[in-house]
């Protein structure tokens, strides 16, 4: 069963360092009393008394949220040099028990009875009934509507906190937002909200703390109301935002893909919300355009395709052989894949990715792979990891590890900052783009060496190496030495002359 609350892969590593008792310096998540996060760097070492087994393990740890100064230093290995000292413990407050009584505007005003009626009535009774409007709105608005005060605290949540985050309104009313937020985002979240000193509209994007199923990621959007010439509370509309899980797409391996696949995001009832690149020079079409289409409307076997749709959303892969429409109106041959998106196998996804490849021709060009309108598509199938052996999959998944999603850096237990790992990937990129330019460089610097290297040339008539010039014979290359060109000349102006004279 995989963790919810911590990082799975951080702790099967604690765990095989266990086993092989061997030295370890994490950073995970933990928990204190009342369920506040904090980010903890364990140290865990071995040690061995009276005897030469290891038997024992002696561990560290501190807050790194709390103490961000004990890191000392970087040890070459890899490591941290941590000062463990504290002069004292920071007190631990419990916090109050909130009731609905303390906060009768936190209470669903109006039932769906009494929505019905205030909408029935709008025509007739005007301004009586359209001051209760902005109330309705909150209370059946699908994204949690929330106050927060200037020092982060929660002032207020709209009933969709129930369904979005299964806390009630008055169990997070009186907190601040670091007892949601995880440990690694509290802090860029706070300076970029501290930051707008305006009224501007402004986007974060954090890992919030469900109440029974751990963190996912959350974007909130909002602006600060200013009264008396300072920022007094912020209002923010918040939604649950999911992410690429894919792990199917791990496991593949390099032969079931291919440069000229398409990449599709789709809705369960298979509406476009995202097309790649690639549907441009394959299938002639701008991705924009696409948004918002029926994958149903694209293809030849719209029957087949919802049966695949169906049996993605229920957690399975599926498979389909079809036709798509180009630009240009020809049907080409493809073969799509159906991943359900964010959650595993199994599981029943929020949207769908839809891989289409496209078997190439001779020529490589998938766009001229067209087939006649009498060829019948492939039946709907579950996808078969078989299908595409590869060699290296042992680099993607090791025996007995949790499954690796295809975008590490978005798990939602990750024990970094999700703008640090932007940083990181685009440095990473960088520096393989840098180098590939450079042995690019070297590569044609080769050949022009190559190419500038003399070749020991000899005359087609007479063999000698040596003549102070190269003459054109009869092939139009000089390939002639001095002597034999100007002989080879010399019959070819008297041959012009003779021909001239008849």
Not at 36 to 54: A, E, G, K, R
Not at 291 to 311: I, M
Not at 369 to 398: I, K, W
């Amino acid at each position: 069963m995989e963790r919810k609350f911590v990082d799975p892969h951080t702790a099967f590593q604690l765990r095989t360092t266990i086993d092989e008792r061997t030295e370890i310096q994490v950073s995970i998540i933990n928990y204190r009393k009342g369920g506040q996060p904090f980010m903890n760097l364990v140290t865990m070492i071995p040690i061995c008394l009276h005897s030469d087994d290891y038997r024992f393990y002696v561990g560290f740890q501190v807050d790194l949220v709390e103490k961000p100064d004990a890191v000392t230093r970087r040890n070459p290995n890899g490591s941290y040099m941590i000062n463990y000292q504290r002069n004292q413990l920071p007190p631990y407050v419990v916090p109050p028990a909130v009731l609905y009584q303390a906060h009768p505007d936190l209470m669903t005003q109006f039932g769906p009875e009494q929505v019905s009626t205030i909408l029935r009535s709008l025509d007739t009774h005007g301004p009586d009934y359209r001051g209760y409007l902005d109330r309705i709105l909150v209370e059946n608005a699908d994204d949690v509507i929330h106050v927060m005060s200037f020092e982060s605290e929660l002032l207020y949540l709209s009933p969709s906190c129930r369904r979005c985050l299964a806390y009630e309104p008055v169990e997070l009313v009186g907190k601040t937002l670091s007892m949601l937020c995880h440990p690694s985002d509290i802090g860029p979240v706070s300076r970029e909200l501290w930051a707008q000193t305006t009224t501007d509209p402004i986007c974060v994007a954090y890992r919030i703390r469900k109440k029974d199923s751990g963190y996912v990621w959350f974007e909130s959007r909002g602006a600060w109301h200013i009264g008396q010439g300072r920022r007094q509370f912020m209002v923010l509309v918040g939604r649950v935002r999911p992410v690429y899980h894919l792990e199917q797409v791990v496991k593949l391996g390099g032969g079931a893909l291919a440069e000229t696949d398409i990449w599709i995001k789709l809705s369960a009832s298979g509406i476009i919300l995202f097309a790649s690149s690639k549907v441009r020079p394959v299938l002639g079409r701008v991705p924009d355009d696409l948004v918002g289409k029926s994958l149903l409307d694209l293809v030849d076997a719209p029957q087949e395709t919802r049966q695949a749709l169906d049996t993605c959303y229920r957690g399975q892969e599926a498979r389909l052989g079809h036709r798509i429409r180009h630009q240009k109106g020809h049907l080409l041959a493809a073969r799509t894949t159906l991943f359900p998106g964010d959650v595993p196998a199994g599981g029943r996804p929020s949207f769908l990715v839809a891989q289409i490849h496209f078997p190439t021709t001779a020529a490589g060009d998938p766009s001229t792979s067209t087939t006649t309108q009498g060829d019948a598509p492939l039946e709907v199938s579950r996808h078969d990891p078989q299908q595409y052996p590869s060699d290296n999959q042992s680099m993607f998944t090791t025996w007995g590890q949790p499954p690796q999603p295809l975008f590490r850096e978005l798990h939602p237990t990750r024990g970094s900052h999700w703008q640090f790992e932007l940083r990181a990937l685009a440095q990473h990129n960088q520096t393989l783009s840098e180098e590939v330019h450079r042995l690019l460089a070297r590569r044609k610097k080769r050949k022009r060496r190559q190419s500038t290297v003399p070749v020991e040339k000899s005359c087609v008539t007479c063999r000698t190496r040596r003549t102070p010039e190269w003459r054109r014979g009869p092939s139009g290359n000089r390939d002639l030495c001095n002597s034999c060109g100007l002989r080879w000349a010399k019959q070819v102006r008297i041959g012009q002359a003779s021909e001239r004279v008849s």
